[in-house]
Protein backbone atom coordinates (compact mmCIF):
# COMPACT_ATOMS: atom_id res chain seq x y z
CA UNK A 1 0.00 0.00 0.00
CA UNK A 2 1.31 3.30 -1.10
CA UNK A 3 2.12 6.37 1.88
CA UNK A 4 1.12 9.18 1.25
CA UNK A 5 4.78 11.00 0.96
CA UNK A 6 4.05 14.33 2.50
CA UNK A 7 2.89 12.95 6.17
CA UNK A 8 6.10 10.35 5.55
CA UNK A 9 8.91 13.15 5.36
CA UNK A 10 7.26 15.42 7.67
CA UNK A 11 7.16 12.64 10.02
CA UNK A 12 11.18 12.11 8.76
CA UNK A 13 11.90 15.38 8.36
CA UNK A 14 13.98 14.13 5.38
CA UNK A 15 14.32 16.32 1.63
CA UNK A 16 15.76 14.68 -1.53
CA UNK A 17 17.18 16.05 -3.90
CA UNK A 18 17.95 14.16 -7.05
CA UNK A 19 20.40 15.34 -9.46
CA UNK A 20 21.20 14.18 -13.01
CA UNK A 21 23.47 15.33 -15.40
CA UNK A 22 22.07 14.87 -19.27
CA UNK A 23 22.82 15.44 -22.96
CA UNK A 24 20.08 14.55 -25.61
CA UNK A 25 18.02 12.02 -23.62
CA UNK A 26 14.71 13.24 -24.89
CA UNK A 27 13.58 9.20 -25.60
CA UNK A 28 14.06 8.14 -21.55
CA UNK A 29 14.17 11.32 -19.42
CA UNK A 30 10.12 11.88 -18.74
CA UNK A 31 9.85 8.28 -17.79
CA UNK A 32 12.66 8.60 -15.45
CA UNK A 33 11.16 11.71 -13.95
CA UNK A 34 8.03 10.69 -12.81
CA UNK A 35 9.49 7.83 -11.57
CA UNK A 36 10.74 9.52 -9.11
CA UNK A 37 8.50 13.34 -8.76
CA UNK A 38 6.63 11.84 -5.99
CA UNK A 39 9.60 11.08 -4.14
CA UNK A 40 12.29 13.73 -4.27
CA UNK A 41 11.58 17.75 -3.21
CA UNK A 42 14.03 19.01 -5.71
CA UNK A 43 15.46 18.06 -9.44
CA UNK A 44 18.60 19.10 -10.27
CA UNK A 45 19.29 18.83 -14.12
CA UNK A 46 22.20 19.85 -15.53
CA UNK A 47 22.25 19.80 -19.43
CA UNK A 48 25.75 19.16 -20.68
CA UNK A 49 24.53 20.64 -24.73
CA UNK A 50 21.41 18.86 -25.25
CA UNK A 51 20.27 19.63 -29.10
CA UNK A 52 17.12 18.21 -29.16
CA UNK A 53 13.93 18.38 -26.37
CA UNK A 54 15.28 17.25 -23.66
CA UNK A 55 15.42 20.37 -22.29
CA UNK A 56 11.57 21.18 -22.80
CA UNK A 57 10.59 18.00 -21.44
CA UNK A 58 12.86 18.83 -17.77
CA UNK A 59 11.04 22.12 -18.10
CA UNK A 60 7.23 20.38 -17.94
CA UNK A 61 8.54 18.64 -14.73
CA UNK A 62 9.72 22.05 -13.20
CA UNK A 63 13.32 20.92 -13.02
CA UNK A 64 16.01 23.10 -11.88
CA UNK A 65 17.58 23.37 -15.43
CA UNK A 66 21.93 24.25 -14.81
CA UNK A 67 23.97 24.84 -18.05
CA UNK A 68 27.70 22.82 -18.10
CA UNK A 69 30.30 23.92 -20.56
CA UNK A 70 31.21 19.99 -21.40
CA UNK A 71 35.00 19.42 -20.49
CA UNK A 72 35.39 15.81 -20.49
CA UNK A 73 35.25 14.84 -17.50
CA UNK A 74 32.00 13.59 -16.02
CA UNK A 75 32.58 13.71 -12.21
CA UNK A 76 33.19 18.02 -12.72
CA UNK A 77 29.68 17.54 -14.36
CA UNK A 78 28.04 15.90 -11.64
CA UNK A 79 30.06 17.81 -8.71
CA UNK A 80 28.64 20.67 -10.48
CA UNK A 81 25.32 19.48 -9.86
CA UNK A 82 25.98 18.75 -6.12
CA UNK A 83 26.82 22.08 -5.68
CA UNK A 84 23.54 23.39 -6.00
CA UNK A 85 21.34 21.14 -4.41
CA UNK A 86 19.35 21.97 -0.76
CA UNK A 87 18.30 18.58 0.10
CA UNK A 88 19.39 16.42 3.13
CA UNK A 89 19.84 13.87 0.66
CA UNK A 90 20.59 13.27 -3.03
CA UNK A 91 19.37 10.98 -5.38
CA UNK A 92 21.75 10.44 -8.60
CA UNK A 93 20.15 8.76 -11.52
CA UNK A 94 20.88 8.44 -15.24
CA UNK A 95 17.99 9.52 -17.90
CA UNK A 96 17.55 5.89 -18.65
CA UNK A 97 17.09 4.45 -15.64
CA UNK A 98 13.62 4.53 -13.41
CA UNK A 99 12.96 4.40 -9.90
CA UNK A 100 9.98 0.86 -9.48
CA UNK A 101 6.38 2.18 -9.04
CA UNK A 102 5.75 0.05 -6.24
CA UNK A 103 9.28 0.21 -4.80
CA UNK A 104 10.05 3.63 -4.00
CA UNK A 105 8.06 4.11 -1.09
CA UNK A 106 10.56 2.02 0.84
CA UNK A 107 12.78 4.84 0.84
CA UNK A 108 10.60 6.22 3.50
CA UNK A 109 10.39 2.81 5.65
CA UNK A 110 13.01 1.52 7.88
CA UNK A 111 15.34 3.95 10.14
CA UNK A 112 17.86 3.68 7.20
CA UNK A 113 18.55 7.62 7.16
CA UNK A 114 19.14 7.66 10.72
CA UNK A 115 21.79 4.90 10.74
CA UNK A 116 23.59 5.32 7.30
CA UNK A 117 25.49 7.51 4.93
CA UNK A 118 25.54 5.87 2.24
CA UNK A 119 22.89 3.45 0.63
CA UNK A 120 22.94 1.48 -2.49
CA UNK A 121 19.88 0.25 -4.59
CA UNK A 122 19.15 -2.59 -6.76
CA UNK A 123 19.47 -2.21 -10.34
CA UNK A 124 17.61 -4.33 -13.15
CA UNK A 125 20.14 -4.29 -16.20
CA UNK A 126 18.39 -4.76 -19.32
CA UNK A 127 20.20 -6.64 -22.54
CA UNK A 128 18.73 -7.44 -25.75
CA UNK A 129 16.23 -6.17 -28.33
CA UNK A 130 13.67 -5.49 -25.87
CA UNK A 131 13.20 -5.36 -22.27
CA UNK A 132 13.03 -8.91 -20.56
CA UNK A 133 13.18 -9.70 -16.87
CA UNK A 134 14.69 -13.30 -18.31
CA UNK A 135 17.66 -11.24 -20.24
CA UNK A 136 19.13 -9.07 -17.39
CA UNK A 137 21.63 -8.76 -14.78
CA UNK A 138 20.98 -7.65 -11.09
CA UNK A 139 23.64 -5.60 -9.05
CA UNK A 140 23.43 -3.30 -6.00
CA UNK A 141 25.26 0.74 -6.98
CA UNK A 142 25.20 3.46 -4.64
CA UNK A 143 22.97 5.96 -5.76
CA UNK A 144 21.76 7.71 -2.47
CA UNK A 145 23.70 9.56 -0.07
CA UNK A 146 23.80 12.57 2.82
CA UNK A 147 24.17 15.38 1.49
CA UNK A 148 27.39 16.42 3.65
CA UNK A 149 30.41 17.38 1.76
CA UNK A 150 30.43 14.16 -1.16
CA UNK A 151 32.40 14.58 -4.48
CA UNK A 152 32.34 12.12 -7.68
CA UNK A 153 35.64 11.04 -9.14
CA UNK A 154 36.79 10.21 -12.35
CA UNK A 155 36.25 11.56 -16.09
CA UNK A 156 34.50 8.57 -17.09
CA UNK A 157 32.42 5.75 -15.38
CA UNK A 158 32.30 8.24 -12.91
CA UNK A 159 31.38 6.56 -9.00
CA UNK A 160 31.25 8.33 -5.62
CA UNK A 161 34.32 9.13 -3.35
CA UNK A 162 33.73 7.97 0.10
CA UNK A 163 36.95 5.90 0.79
CA UNK A 164 36.71 7.57 3.73
CA UNK A 165 33.36 6.20 5.30
CA UNK A 166 33.37 3.63 7.61
CA UNK A 167 31.66 0.17 6.11
CA UNK A 168 29.50 0.27 9.23
CA UNK A 169 27.78 3.46 7.55
CA UNK A 170 27.07 1.94 4.54
CA UNK A 171 24.15 0.16 3.52
CA UNK A 172 21.51 -0.92 1.21
CA UNK A 173 17.91 -0.65 0.44
CA UNK A 174 15.69 -3.29 -1.59
CA UNK A 175 14.65 -0.56 -3.73
CA UNK A 176 14.37 -1.78 -7.61
CA UNK A 177 16.10 0.66 -10.00
CA UNK A 178 15.17 -0.43 -14.02
CA UNK A 179 17.96 0.39 -16.44
CA UNK A 180 17.74 0.21 -20.36
CA UNK A 181 21.13 1.50 -21.05
CA UNK A 182 22.18 -1.41 -22.29
CA UNK A 183 19.49 -2.30 -24.68
CA UNK A 184 20.84 -3.16 -28.67
CA UNK A 185 19.30 -0.19 -29.50
CA UNK A 186 20.61 1.96 -27.32
CA UNK A 187 24.03 0.86 -27.21
CA UNK A 188 23.82 0.81 -30.87
CA UNK A 189 22.08 4.41 -30.60
CA UNK A 190 24.45 5.89 -28.42
CA UNK A 191 28.13 4.53 -30.16
CA UNK A 192 30.20 5.89 -27.89
CA UNK A 193 32.86 3.56 -27.62
CA UNK A 194 35.80 5.33 -29.40
CA UNK A 195 35.45 8.28 -27.08
CA UNK A 196 34.91 6.28 -23.69
CA UNK A 197 38.16 4.69 -24.75
CA UNK A 198 39.91 7.81 -25.28
CA UNK A 199 38.97 9.16 -22.08
CA UNK A 200 40.01 6.50 -20.28
CA UNK A 201 43.32 6.11 -21.94
CA UNK A 202 43.85 9.88 -21.11
CA UNK A 203 42.37 8.41 -17.05
CA UNK A 204 45.35 5.85 -16.93
CA UNK A 205 47.88 8.21 -18.00
CA UNK A 206 46.92 10.72 -15.48
CA UNK A 207 47.18 8.28 -12.92
CA UNK A 208 43.52 8.25 -12.04
CA UNK A 209 41.71 5.08 -10.79
CA UNK A 210 44.04 2.97 -12.69
CA UNK A 211 42.41 -0.56 -12.25
CA UNK A 212 39.13 0.08 -13.06
CA UNK A 213 39.78 2.34 -16.02
CA UNK A 214 41.61 -1.01 -17.15
CA UNK A 215 38.41 -3.38 -16.22
CA UNK A 216 35.94 -0.38 -18.25
CA UNK A 217 38.25 -0.86 -21.39
CA UNK A 218 38.33 -4.32 -21.04
CA UNK A 219 34.42 -3.89 -21.34
CA UNK A 220 34.65 -1.48 -24.27
CA UNK A 221 36.76 -4.15 -26.33
CA UNK A 222 34.34 -7.34 -25.20
CA UNK A 223 31.71 -5.18 -26.56
CA UNK A 224 33.98 -4.66 -29.72
CA UNK A 225 34.12 -8.67 -29.61
CA UNK A 226 37.73 -7.95 -29.85
CA UNK A 227 38.28 -10.70 -26.89
CA UNK A 228 41.85 -10.76 -26.71
CA UNK A 229 42.41 -6.93 -25.94
CA UNK A 230 39.57 -7.45 -24.14
CA UNK A 231 41.16 -10.05 -21.67
CA UNK A 232 44.69 -8.50 -21.64
CA UNK A 233 43.25 -5.63 -19.95
CA UNK A 234 41.19 -7.67 -17.54
CA UNK A 235 44.68 -8.86 -16.80
CA UNK A 236 46.03 -5.31 -15.90
CA UNK A 237 43.58 -4.97 -14.42
CA UNK A 238 43.64 -7.47 -11.98
CA UNK A 239 47.47 -6.66 -11.70
CA UNK A 240 46.58 -3.30 -10.33
CA UNK A 241 44.22 -4.31 -7.80
CA UNK A 242 46.86 -6.45 -6.76
CA UNK A 243 49.85 -4.03 -6.78
CA UNK A 244 47.35 -1.94 -4.26
CA UNK A 245 47.21 -5.14 -1.95
CA UNK A 246 43.06 -5.00 -3.03
CA UNK A 247 41.01 -7.66 -3.92
CA UNK A 248 40.06 -7.75 -7.82
CA UNK A 249 36.45 -7.03 -7.92
CA UNK A 250 34.20 -9.92 -8.74
CA UNK A 251 32.63 -8.32 -12.01
CA UNK A 252 36.36 -8.73 -13.29
CA UNK A 253 36.25 -11.99 -12.94
CA UNK A 254 32.97 -13.20 -14.37
CA UNK A 255 33.92 -10.87 -17.70
CA UNK A 256 37.02 -12.75 -17.68
CA UNK A 257 35.60 -16.07 -17.76
CA UNK A 258 32.71 -15.27 -19.59
CA UNK A 259 35.11 -14.14 -22.31
CA UNK A 260 37.13 -17.57 -22.22
CA UNK A 261 34.14 -19.42 -22.74
CA UNK A 262 32.66 -17.36 -25.90
CA UNK A 263 36.64 -18.22 -27.25
CA UNK A 264 35.97 -21.83 -26.49
CA UNK A 265 38.89 -21.82 -24.57
CA UNK A 266 37.66 -24.55 -21.59
CA UNK A 267 40.88 -26.09 -20.71
CA UNK A 268 42.65 -22.93 -20.01
CA UNK A 269 40.11 -21.54 -17.79
CA UNK A 270 39.45 -24.28 -15.42
CA UNK A 271 42.04 -23.53 -13.37
CA UNK A 272 41.53 -20.43 -13.32
CA UNK A 273 37.85 -20.15 -12.73
CA UNK A 274 38.89 -21.97 -9.70
CA UNK A 275 40.58 -19.91 -7.77
CA UNK A 276 38.07 -17.29 -8.69
CA UNK A 277 35.55 -19.21 -7.07
CA UNK A 278 37.75 -19.89 -3.87
CA UNK A 279 38.02 -15.96 -3.77
CA UNK A 280 34.25 -15.25 -4.32
CA UNK A 281 32.35 -18.43 -2.96
CA UNK A 282 29.13 -16.68 -2.82
CA UNK A 283 29.10 -15.81 -6.55
CA UNK A 284 26.55 -17.74 -8.83
CA UNK A 285 27.68 -16.58 -11.64
CA UNK A 286 31.21 -18.33 -11.03
CA UNK A 287 29.78 -21.09 -9.89
CA UNK A 288 27.50 -21.10 -13.25
CA UNK A 289 30.56 -20.43 -16.05
CA UNK A 290 32.52 -23.49 -14.29
CA UNK A 291 29.93 -25.69 -14.92
CA UNK A 292 29.84 -24.26 -18.66
CA UNK A 293 33.31 -25.06 -18.58
CA UNK A 294 33.08 -28.22 -17.02
CA UNK A 295 30.17 -29.21 -20.09
CA UNK A 296 32.33 -28.62 -22.95
CA UNK A 297 35.16 -30.24 -21.67
CA UNK A 298 32.85 -33.74 -21.20
CA UNK A 299 32.79 -33.42 -17.60
CA UNK A 300 28.96 -34.03 -17.14
CA UNK A 301 28.41 -35.40 -13.88
CA UNK A 302 30.60 -32.88 -12.34
CA UNK A 303 29.04 -29.78 -14.09
CA UNK A 304 25.16 -30.88 -13.01
CA UNK A 305 26.68 -30.72 -9.64
CA UNK A 306 27.90 -27.48 -9.85
CA UNK A 307 24.56 -26.98 -12.01
CA UNK A 308 22.36 -27.89 -8.88
CA UNK A 309 24.86 -26.01 -6.53
CA UNK A 310 23.97 -22.21 -8.86
CA UNK A 311 20.29 -23.52 -7.86
CA UNK A 312 20.82 -23.35 -3.85
CA UNK A 313 23.08 -20.36 -4.30
CA UNK A 314 20.40 -18.26 -5.92
CA UNK A 315 20.38 -15.00 -7.34
CA UNK A 316 19.75 -12.28 -4.72
CA UNK A 317 22.94 -11.59 -3.43
CA UNK A 318 23.40 -7.28 -4.07
CA UNK A 319 27.31 -7.87 -3.34
CA UNK A 320 27.78 -9.06 -7.28
CA UNK A 321 26.69 -8.49 -10.91
CA UNK A 322 24.38 -11.53 -11.69
CA UNK A 323 22.65 -12.79 -14.78
CA UNK A 324 19.28 -13.51 -14.28
CA UNK A 325 18.99 -17.13 -14.97
CA UNK A 326 21.79 -18.62 -13.51
CA UNK A 327 20.23 -19.65 -10.56
CA UNK A 328 17.10 -21.21 -12.24
CA UNK A 329 16.11 -21.27 -15.56
CA UNK A 330 19.53 -21.42 -16.99
CA UNK A 331 21.06 -23.71 -14.81
CA UNK A 332 18.22 -26.53 -15.35
CA UNK A 333 18.84 -25.71 -18.92
CA UNK A 334 22.36 -26.76 -18.94
CA UNK A 335 21.31 -29.34 -16.33
CA UNK A 336 19.11 -30.90 -19.52
CA UNK A 337 21.92 -30.80 -21.84
CA UNK A 338 24.50 -32.57 -19.56
CA UNK A 339 21.48 -35.58 -19.46
CA UNK A 340 21.74 -35.91 -22.92
CA UNK A 341 24.96 -36.13 -23.18
CA UNK A 342 24.62 -38.92 -20.48
CA UNK A 343 21.53 -40.60 -22.48
CA UNK A 344 19.20 -40.14 -20.32
CA UNK A 345 16.61 -38.35 -22.23
CA UNK A 346 13.90 -38.55 -19.45
CA UNK A 347 15.88 -36.96 -17.02
CA UNK A 348 16.78 -34.43 -19.94
CA UNK A 349 13.11 -33.54 -20.63
CA UNK A 350 12.21 -33.21 -17.16
CA UNK A 351 14.96 -30.76 -16.05
CA UNK A 352 14.34 -28.89 -19.56
CA UNK A 353 10.66 -28.41 -18.89
CA UNK A 354 11.19 -27.31 -15.10
CA UNK A 355 13.17 -24.46 -17.40
CA UNK A 356 10.16 -23.59 -19.37
CA UNK A 357 8.21 -23.28 -16.48
CA UNK A 358 10.19 -20.78 -14.93
CA UNK A 359 10.47 -18.93 -18.15
CA UNK A 360 8.70 -20.11 -20.74
CA UNK A 361 9.59 -17.97 -23.60
CA UNK A 362 13.43 -18.78 -23.00
CA UNK A 363 14.76 -19.81 -26.64
CA UNK A 364 17.21 -22.34 -25.70
CA UNK A 365 15.11 -24.34 -23.70
CA UNK A 366 12.18 -24.27 -26.06
CA UNK A 367 13.96 -25.90 -28.83
CA UNK A 368 15.47 -28.53 -26.93
CA UNK A 369 11.75 -29.78 -25.63
CA UNK A 370 10.57 -29.31 -28.91
CA UNK A 371 13.12 -31.54 -30.33
CA UNK A 372 12.25 -34.25 -27.83
CA UNK A 373 8.34 -33.62 -27.95
CA UNK A 374 8.95 -34.09 -31.98
CA UNK A 375 10.76 -37.72 -31.76
CA UNK A 376 8.52 -39.20 -29.26
CA UNK A 377 5.23 -37.15 -28.41
CA UNK A 378 3.69 -39.85 -26.35
CA UNK A 379 6.42 -40.72 -24.39
CA UNK A 380 7.36 -37.38 -23.52
CA UNK A 381 3.86 -36.36 -22.47
CA UNK A 382 3.52 -39.80 -20.05
CA UNK A 383 6.52 -37.79 -18.47
CA UNK A 384 5.26 -34.90 -18.39
CA UNK A 385 2.21 -36.13 -16.53
CA UNK A 386 3.76 -38.19 -13.92
CA UNK A 387 5.93 -34.83 -12.59
CA UNK A 388 3.75 -31.93 -13.59
CA UNK A 389 0.41 -30.47 -12.25
CA UNK A 390 -1.98 -29.75 -15.46
CA UNK A 391 -1.59 -26.21 -15.46
CA UNK A 392 1.89 -26.76 -15.49
CA UNK A 393 2.10 -28.70 -18.18
CA UNK A 394 -0.14 -26.47 -20.06
CA UNK A 395 2.55 -24.02 -19.45
CA UNK A 396 5.34 -26.07 -20.54
CA UNK A 397 3.65 -27.27 -23.90
CA UNK A 398 1.48 -24.94 -25.25
CA UNK A 399 4.65 -23.41 -27.29
CA UNK A 400 6.12 -26.38 -27.59
Same mark, same amino acid.
Given at each position: ? $???????????????????????? #???????????????????????? /????????? !?????????????????????????????????????? #?????????????????? =????? /?????????? !?????????????????? /????????? %??????????? $?????? =???? %??????? /??? #???????????? +? @???????????????????????? !??????????????????????????????????????????????????????????????????????????????????????????????????? @??????????????? !? +??????????????????????????????????????? #??????????????????????
Amino acid at each position: M $EKDRKAVLALKKIRISLCMIVKDE #EEYIACCLNSVKDVVDEMIIVDTG /STDHTIEIC !QSFKCQIEKFTWNGSFADARNFGLKKATGDWILWLDAD #EELDEKDKWKLFEGEHFE =HFDIL /SLYFINYHGN !QVDVNDSTSTSLHRLFRN /SGFTFKNKI %HECLDFDHIPK $ERIGHL =HVKV %HHYGYLN /STV #EKKGKTDRNLKL +L @KEQIKEGENVPWAYYFIALEYYNK !QQFQEALNHLNLSILSFLSKKVLPPSAIYKLKYFIYIAMERFKEALPGIEKAMILYPDFVDLQFYHGVILYHLEKYKAAIQCFKKCMEMGEENPNHLIL @KGVGSFQAWYYISLC !Q +LKLGKKKDAAISVARSLLLAPNYKEAREIFAQLFAEDEK #EVLEWMESHFKEEELEKIIRKG
